[in-house]
C-alpha cells in the first residue's frame, strides 16, 4: 500500500456499527487508521448494542448517531458530512427473517437502496466517496455435500434459498445496477461465516458456548452435516479495510478463511474446549431451507489485493473467541435477559429448567 492511501484523512460513515461485525470494525479502523473519523449510524435493534463499543466510543474521532438507515434526510446529512460509507446495518439471523420476511426487505433492499440514492446524489455533486457493501456467501445458496472440492467464486450464480440471503441477494444486486447504471463508487464483499467478540447469542458459536457456561444443552439442527466456512471477524476487518482503500470500482470479492467444518464438527469442538459431553447436544428439527455447504474461494481478494487470512487458524482462533466469552460474562448475561429471553423461549424452548430442555 502506497503511503498516500494510508494518509487520506477519512470520515467513515458506517451503518450497523453497533452490531456483532460493526463494532469489530469500529474497533479495528480506531487502531489501524486512529486518525479517521467515524460515525456511527445504527438504530439499535436486538442484534445492535451500545456496550459493544463501550471501551472505543469516546474521543472527538467517533460519534454515534442512532437512527434508521431508510430515513433518507438523515442518510443523505450523514453522507454529506463523511468521505464514504462502510454499509453493514441489516437483519441478520435466518431463522427470524423464516419468521417474518417483512423487517428484511425493509432495512436490507429498502434501507440498501435508500443508501444507494443518497450517495449517489452527495458522491456525484462532489465527485467522491466510495460505497463498500457487505453482502454474504450466502447469496450464492448451497453447494451439495458430495463434492467438497467445489467453492463459490464471485461468477458463481446467485441462487438464495431463504428470505435473510434473498433480501441481501437484491440488495447485492442493487449495490451493482448503481455502478453499472450512474457509475457509482461501489465495492461488494460476499464473506463467510464470522466468529469472535460481541456476537450476538443467537448465532450457533455464542449460543453454544453461553448455553454450556451455563450448563444448558445446545440445540443442533437435524444431523448436524451442513458445512460452513469460518472466519475470524478481524479478518473480515481487515478485508473491508483493503476493499475500501484498493478495491477496484465496481468489483465484488468473496472472503473466506479456508475453515470448513460441519456444524457437528464445530459443536464437538466447542464441547471438547468447555470441558463437555455429547449429552450437551439436543437434536432440533432442521431448520426449514437448510442449506448443506458453504465454501468460498477467496483467491480473487487474495492476488488483486495481497489480503490474507491470519486471525482464523482453529483451534487457537476458536480458544481465543471461547475465552472472550468466559471472559465477558456480564456481557452475554445482560444480553441474554429480556427480550431476547422471551424470543428465544418461544423459538427454541431455551432456558427452561436445569438443562436448557
Ligand atoms: N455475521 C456474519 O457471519 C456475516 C457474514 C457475511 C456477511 N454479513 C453481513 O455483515 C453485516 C453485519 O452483520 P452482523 O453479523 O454484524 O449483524 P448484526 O445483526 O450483529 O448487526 C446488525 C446491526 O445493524 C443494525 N441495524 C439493523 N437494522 C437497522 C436499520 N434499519 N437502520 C440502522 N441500523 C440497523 C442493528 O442494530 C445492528 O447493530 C450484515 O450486512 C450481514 O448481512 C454477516
Known amino acids: 500500500m502506497t503511503d498516500t492511501l494510508l494518509n487520506v484523512d477519512r470520515h467513515l460513515l458506517i451503518t450497523g456499527g453497533c452490531g456483532f461485525i460493526g463494532s469489530n470494525f469500529v474497533r479495528f479502523i480506531r487502531a489501524q487508521r486512529p486518525a479517521w473519523r467515524i460515525t456511527n449510524l445504527d438504530s439499535l435493534t436486538e442484534a445492535g448494542n451500545l456496550q459493544n463499543l463501550a471501551d472505543v466510543a469516546v474521543g472527538e474521532h467517533y460519534r454515534f448517531i442512532k437512527g434508521n438507515i431508510c430515513d433518507r434526510a438523515l442518510v443523505e446529512r450523514l453522507i454529506d458530512e463523511c468521505t464514504d460509507i462502510v454499509h453493514l446495518a441489516a437483519e441478520t439471523h435466518v431463522d427470524r427473517s423464516i419468521m417474518d420476511a417483512g423487517p428484511f426487505v425493509q432495512t436490507n433492499v429498502v434501507g440498501t437502496q435508500t443508501i444507494l440514492d443518497a450517495a449517489l446524489k452527495v458522491f456525484k455533486a462532489r465527485s467522491s466517496g466510495r460505497l463498500v457493501f457487505a453482502s454474504t456467501d450466502e447469496v450464492y445458496g448451497s453447494l451439495p455435500l458430495d463434492t467438497m472440492s467445489e467453492r463459490f467464486t464471485e461468477d458463481s450464480p446467485l441462487r438464495p434459498n431463504n428470505p435473510y440471503s434473498a433480501s441481501k441477494a437484491a440488495a447485492d444486486m442493487m449495490v451493482r445496477a448503481y455502478h453499472e447504471t450512474f457509475a457509482l463508487d461501489c465495492v461488494v464483499t460476499r464473506c463467510c461465516n464470522n466468529f469472535g467478540p460481541n456476537q450476538f447469542p443467537e ?46 470500482s465496481g468489483a465484488t470479492y468473496n472472503v473466506g478463511a479456508n475453515n470448513e467444518r460441519s456444524n457437528l464438527e464445530l459443536t464437538h469442538e466447542l ?63 445482560a444480553v441474554k435477559s429480556g427480550a431476547y429471553k422471551d424470543y428465544y423461549k418461544r423459538q427454541y424452548g431455551l432456558f427452561e429448567g436445569e438443562s436448557g430442555e
Open 271 to 333: 464441547l471438547r474446549l468447555l470441558g463437555c459431553g455429547p449429552e450437551m447436544v439436543r437434536h432440533v428439527p432442521d431448520r426449514l431451507g437448510h442449506d448443506l455447504r458453504y465454501a468460498i474461494d477467496a483467491g480473487k481478494l487474495e492476488c488483486e489485493l495481497g489480503w490474507q487470512a491470519e486471525r482464523s487458524a482453529w483451534p487457537a482462533a476458536l480458544e481465543r473467541t471461547v475465552k472472550w466469552y468466559q471472559d465477558n460474562e456480564s456481557w452475554w448475561r
Open 203 to 248: 448465532k450457533v458459536i455464542p449460543l453454544f458456548v453461553t448455553n454450556l457456561l451455563e450448563g444448558h444443552s445446545v440445540p443442533l439442527y437435524g444431523d448436524g452435516k451442513n458445512v460452513r466456512d469460518w472466519i475470524h471477524v478481524e479478518d473480515y476487518c481487515s478485508a473491508l479495510l483493503a476493499v475500501l482503500e484498493r478495491g477496484h
